[in-house]
């Protein structure tokens, strides 16, 4: 019973995904969700292959190699490995010319206009053996799946709109990224925000000894409960002041962001623990217990990175594990109801921390809950999806009974400058993935992060991995860079923050669906009931995470009803949904002028269209166009 309508015009601080009940001739809706991504990192869209291209067209015909190697063999590698694949449709030839001195790539007998590739490498791993060669793309056949629900249903709550992380907090003190916040919180209805290093040098807290400015956080927390989002204060790194020196390199990730942070331990834990109660006290004269213990607290950001747990970092006669066990004592000083949390690093830390409970039980009240952090970085959304589940069940092992657990930072990948991140790609992957780590019961799944407005990487020395240096630095250098956020620096919703909507507009129960046949990769069918009464309405989520171009039948089973009228939401690459395109389409000004932001926010609206349906006519095909 789900009406869904991005407004196109609105400001960004109006936009809001309407959720009411819209009139209908029968008892039953249905909403399918076209969620594509192309080529891994979600290239653009291939021209349409041209019949010189085709296995047995001109092209392949005209391609017999000599035994001798140079390019005839290339070809005929790619030849042979593209018979051998029932998906692979072809390939083009480049070749490199030099005109001047400067490489020039080119499109020979291939395509129908000169330097426009006409296909794209195909993932399988018989045809990814030619991407060593950068004179081919391989393109494939459009595959087809047939999925169909099932009666089956299981619980499927909103864990992952508990919270998403936000920049370092001087971030947080600019009205752009307030308006982006609410945003978030209106349309995907976040609860918390983590957020980044309080006590860095940009915030303005810690000045020196008995030197305090609440100032910067109080102005941070006033705006964040105004929007209705509560604070999860991540209480980090060492001020300055009091830091002595790092476990790791000065020149190392931790110590070089450019926002001004110390990474050594404390002098002593009581030099620590002063502090944080000054800051907690703040909190509470501020906004009184009965508000702050409704907050979040934990301590560093992945104390493994600045290496918390080495002997070098003890120095002082105290470990990281004691300074955390201290500091949450501070905290529920002011109130036992206090909720403490960590250790925000690797899921090992789960059964270290249950051991020294067990080894000190006054310890046990001390830890509300657990967290972790984990990126799928290359894995497929089921894989990573299922990671979790299993993950989360190795904890439930050792952490105390009923212990909540949250993913407290996640994503598709933990590369800061992926182009997947801008791209329809990761809609395409969040749906799935957040299906298949249902079942590990999260209390939270918490994205990294809500926007493009943060600056960290503060020394091109300490990120040569980074493909394009020219990215790596403070704030960002242009509108799509690749960075995590699921919005732009001009405020303009990426596709990961359309999946998310429309994923906030999803009922309770997933729909069990099955694969009754399928030759597509990275095709998938995520079904979700508004409840789990007949005819109650469902939406379909059809995603594709391959590189081919796939149709895809869903047959609703018993979900069928009798219903007349449906909508098809697409958010597909270089269609609909899709900004960056749309940026690319444009030129890619660095700094869009207003007119352009205008035209990238209607861009990021996902297409919407009706999709007629007579009584009981069951299966739905969604066409190749669709999901290309």
Known sequence: NISSNFARDAPLSTMALARGRAERPSNFWMHLVILAALAAAGAAAPDPPSENCALNGAFYLTTT????????????????????????GGFTYKKIETPGGQGVDKTVNCTAVAGSPCCYFQSEANITGVRSDTKFDCWAKTGSSEYVLTPETSPFPKFWSAGINSPHSAMTLREDWRSQMKYLKDTIGYNYTRIHAPFSRDYSVTQGPNATSMFNPFSTYDALLAMGVKPWIELGYTPCFISGPPAVPRDSYWPTVDYGICVGPPTSVAAWTDLIDQYVAACVTRYGVEEVETWVWVMYNEPGGINAYSADWSRNGFTYYDLFWNTSRTIKQHSPKMTVGGLSDGPEQGAILAAQMNEMSERKPLLDFFSYHHYCNGQTAQTCGAAQVATVASLREVLPSGMPIFLEETGSSAGPYDPTHDETFEAAFVVPYVAAMAPAELHGAHWWVSSDLYTEHGSIRNYTWIPNEDFSGGMPRAEFTGRWGFI?????????????????????????????????????????????????????????????????????????????????????ANGKGDPKAAWVAMGSPPFPTAAQVNTLLAASVPGVQALPRSAGSSPIRLTAGALS
């Open 65 to 88: 190699p000599p035994a001798s190697g140079g390019d005839s063999a290339a070809i005929a590698k790619c030849t042979t490995l593209c018979e051998g694949d029932s998906l692979c």
């Open 488 to 572: 732009t620096p001009n405020s303009i919703p990426k596709p990961i923050t359309r999946a998310f909507q429309l994923l906030a507009a999803a009922g309770p129960d997933l729909i069990v669906s099955s694969a009754t046949s399928s030759n597509c990769t990275g095709a998938s069918v995520v079904a979700v009931a508004n409840s789990s009464a007949a005819n109650s309405g469902v939406m379909v989520f059809v995603s594709n995470q391959g590189v081919a171009s796939c149709d895809v039948t869903v047959n609703l089973g018993s979900w069928a009803g009798e219903s007349t009228q449906g909508w098809v939401h697409s958010i597909t």
